[in-house]
């Protein structure tokens, strides 16, 4: 039931976050379309619209693609991004003392969904409005950090897109090292911080739910600096959540009263 210029937003910005993550400006997307019945008209000018909106935003152009006939409503999207030579950040990397930073704020797109599945839940229903509409849009609309990678290309030793949740994000991250994180440290909404007061059992949902669509990057200790003044520049929020380790070590996700989990 999700309106179809909030779907084609979505299927292009999933994609634009992936460009993000590698420092790359977006180029061109071609997108595959599989068609049912149920994609009429007034549908169609719904999705073109949507599409539209944010290929212009984001300098990213329809380069082509497909169309055919489906039984079920298909979409794909592959998107195209540009680098200057040999600067690509690479989805892993890293090296023992390294920071590692996200931005924006953790855990809405998983608490939206959440509320969708559950909307009575005791949690859902203690949340004002807003911030039940905050968590909701979240969900449905991701809002890429492309604005973050010139920061990333002058910065990081590694980066990927927070979209399988932080906690498995990071160990993806720096898969060979060890490290630690602090819980206390990770940025949340207001809307996230009320659901989290109304059940702090949520708090496994926040750290380990998908879809954020934020940046997850490591940054050598004597750049920390310079890069928290590029986001700033570039408007985007970022927060140190942790260090790495050495390798080989243990990832401890460590709570604000000093007990270490494991996820």
């Given at each position: ?101 996200v931005s924006g704020t953790i855990g809405d ?155």
């Amino acid at each position: 039931n999700d309106a179809p210029a909030s779907i084609a937003r979505k299927a292009l910005a999933v994609n634009l976050s992936d460009l993000a993550a590698k420092g790359a400006r977006p180029f061109g997307f071609l997108l595959g379309f599989g068609r049912t019945r149920a994609q009429g008209e007034d549908w169609l000018a719904g999705f073109v619209a949507g599409l539209a909106a944010l290929s212009r935003e984001s300098g990213c152009a329809l380069l082509g693609g497909d169309t055919v006939n489906a039984p079920a409503l298909t979409l794909s999207v592959t998107a195209f991004g540009t680098v200057p030579r040999g600067s690509m950040v690479p989805r892993q990397g890293g090296e023992p003392g390294d920071l590692v930073y996200v931005s924006g704020t953790i855990g809405d797109a998983a608490l939206g969904v959440t509320l969708r599945l559950a909307p009575d839940a005791p949690w859902a229903r203690a949340l004002e409005p807003e911030h039940r509409a905050f968590l909701l849009d979240r969900y449905l609309h991701p809002r890429p950090r492309n604005a973050l990678t010139p920061a990333l290309l002058a910065h990081a030793r590694g980066a990927m897109d927070v979209s399988d949740g932080l906690v498995g994000d990071a160990d993806k991250l720096a898969s060979r090292l060890g490290g630690r994180f602090e819980i206390g440290d990770v940025p949340l909404s207001d809307a996230a911080r009320a659901a989290l007061l109304a059940d702090p059992a949520l708090i496994d949902t926040i750290l380990t739910g998908g879809d954020d669509y934020e940046i997850l990057c490591v940054i050598p200790p004597d750049r920390a600096v310079a890069f928290e003044a590029a986001a700033r520049e570039a408007g985007v929020p970022v927060a140190c959540i942790g260090r790495l380790g050495e390798v080989g070590g243990v990832r401890l996700w460590c709570s604000p009263d000093g007990c270490e989990r494991r996820f």
